[in-house]
T-cell receptor, first 115, second 116 residues
Framework: DTGVSQNPRHKITKRGQNVTFRCDPI?????LYWYRQTLGQGPEFLTY????????KSRLLSDRFSAERPKGSFSTLEIQRTEQGDSAMYLC?????????????FGPGTRLTVL | GESVGLHLPTLSVQEGDNSIINCAYS??????FIWYKQESGKGPQFIID?????DKRQGQRVTVLLNKTVKHLSLQIAATQPGDSAVYFC???????????????FGKGTKLTVNP
């Protein structure tokens, strides 16, 4: 399968713990995005990378959240001191970014439950 | 603030009927829209897109219509099948030429149920 992959698929943690998610984009895609989706809502943009550069961060991304894409390939999203309000599906997407916009391909998501 | 939204949260149709899912947007400068399908437990899947220089675009069993005058777009699914049951989102792709960033802004979604 050459699509976007995310690990783990599910994570249950206790409030106050740190968690880290990984996203492996489609190999030739230079653009990578993180979104958060809560039940019954559409995905909300968190952050965007072009190669290794983080070009935009949403105001949703508090100082407890950090995302990296060190070599311009896979990306990690870390949440420190998790809170119950962080419970959501975290989606990663990638695109080839031909021109100004490109179709974004989504991974299956990581579902986080904070107890 | 600017938003992309949907008129109805749920839609139930009979197998074989045509389905129409509507979406309104508020930013008159929006120029690129995408419809996504999301099945339970999966990430959103691209269905079809349309740019603001077009009024209509057709794919396989799907048609997207864009009315820029009233800032409305719709997704039409012909001969709806049980496999079409999912949540459908319209999204606007916002690209910033200054800085080169881009993101999708999603509406809340419409849950389509196809009854056999």
């Amino acid at each position: 399968d050459t699509g976007v992959s995310q690990n783990p698929r599910h994570k249950i943690t206790k409030r106050g713990q740190n968690v880290t998610f990984r996203c492996d984009p489609i190999s030739e895609h230079n653009r990578l995005y993180w979104y958060r989706q809560t039940l019954g809502q559409g995905p909300e943009f968190l952050t965007y990378f072009q190669n290794e550069a983080q070009l935009e961060k949403s105001r949703l991304l508090s100082d407890r959240f950090s995302a990296e894409r060190p070599k311009g390939s896979f990306s990690t999203l870390e949440i420190q001191r998790t809170e119950q309000g962080d419970s959501a599906m975290y989606l990663c997407a990638s695109s080839s970014g031909q021109g100004a916009v490109g179709e974004q391909f989504f991974g299956p998501g990581t579902r986080l439950t904070v107890l | 603030g600017e938003s992309v939204g949907l008129h109805l949260p749920t839609l139930s149709v009979q197998e074989g009927d045509n389905s129409i899912i509507n979406c309104a947007y508020s930013n008159s400068a929006s120029d690129y829209f995408i419809w996504y399908k999301q099945e339970s437990g999966k990430g959103p899947q691209f269905i079809i897109d349309i740019r603001s220089n077009m009024d209509k675009r057709q794919g396989q069993r799907v048609t997207v219509l864009l009315n820029k005058t009233v800032k409305h777009l719709s997704l039409q699914i012909a001969a709806t099948q049980p496999g079409d049951s999912a949540v459908y989102f319209c999204a606007e792709n916002r690209f910033k030429y200054q800085g080169g960033s881009e993101k999708l802004v999603f509406g809340k979604g419409t849950k389509l149920t196809v009854n056999p």
